[in-house]
């Protein structure tokens, strides 16, 4: 498999539940990103890794909570979400986080109800 | 502060006709520009990317862009577009890596 995957695909949660999204790049990159895609609003950058560390948060609520355990693999864990965080998460790499080419996966469709 | 704003939320157009996306972005230093296209039910695919050099950059599918530094525009152009050209287009703009995005153009082609 080549390229960036995400999983799931489409996600249906409730309030109360614990999910986690997971985005795998085969790319042999060193950055990954998190962004959230909401209807007719430009993409918001969440949080950026590079080498496995967390460089950037943008005052992302704390009910997302992203895990970087290798330089492959990133996470965004969800609790306690509310309706409004119902959007497509998009995961994207890049060779270096100096890079600016960044490489998207397909999205998770998320819905919280 | 930087910011990118794309001027037309959607832009329908007949199948064989010309096109044009428009872009402005707002920088007081250098930038270097973006522009995705997203399909339906897909993430962000790299269309074409000025960082510097020629003005014109040409890009995959027939797409190409001029970076215009007095207007602070970086205009998507295709001659002639077809049916499968319908998707959302963004325009992005990096400095240090961190990509910033306009609002999205859907491009809607039509028979």
């Known amino acids: 498999e080549t390229g960036v995957t995400q999983t799931p695909r489409h996600l249906v949660m409730g309030m109360t539940n614990k999910k986690s999204l997971k985005c795998e790049q085969h790319?042999?990159?060193?950055?990954m990103y998190w962004y959230k895609q909401s209807a007719k609003k430009p993409l918001e950058l969440m949080f950026v890794?590079?080498?496995?560390?967390?460089?950037e948060n943008n005052s992302v609520p704390s009910r997302f909570s992203p895990e970087c355990p290798n330089s492959s693999h990133l996470f965004l864990h969800l609790h306690t979400l509310q309706p409004e965080d119902s959007a497509l998460y998009l995961c994207a790499s890049s060779p270096y986080i100096s890079t600016d080419t960044q490489y998207f996966g397909p999205g998770t469709r998320l819905t919280v109800l | 502060a930087q910011s990118v704003t794309q001027l037309d939320s959607q832009v329908p157009v007949f199948e064989e006709a010309p096109v044009e996306l428009r872009c402005n972005y707002s920088?007081?230093?250098?930038?270097?520009l973006f522009w995705y296209v997203q399909y339906p039910n897909q993430g962000l695919q790299l269309l074409l990317k000025?960082?510097?050099?020629?003005?014109l950059v040409k890009g995959i599918n027939g797409f190409e862009a001029e970076f215009n530094k007095s207007q602070t525009s970086f205009h998507l152009r295709k001659p002639s577009v077809h049916i499968s050209d319908t998707a959302e287009y963004f325009c992005?703009?990096?400095?240090?890596?961190?990509?910033?995005f306009g609002q999205g153009t859907e491009l809607s082609v039509k028979p």
């Open positions: 920088s007081s230093v250098s930038v270097y």
């Open positions: 790319l042999g990159h060193n950055a």
């Open positions: 992005a703009v990096s400095k240090g890596g961190k990509l910033i």
């Open positions: 890794y590079s080498l496995e560390e967390r460089v």
């Open positions: 000025y960082l510097s050099g020629s003005t």
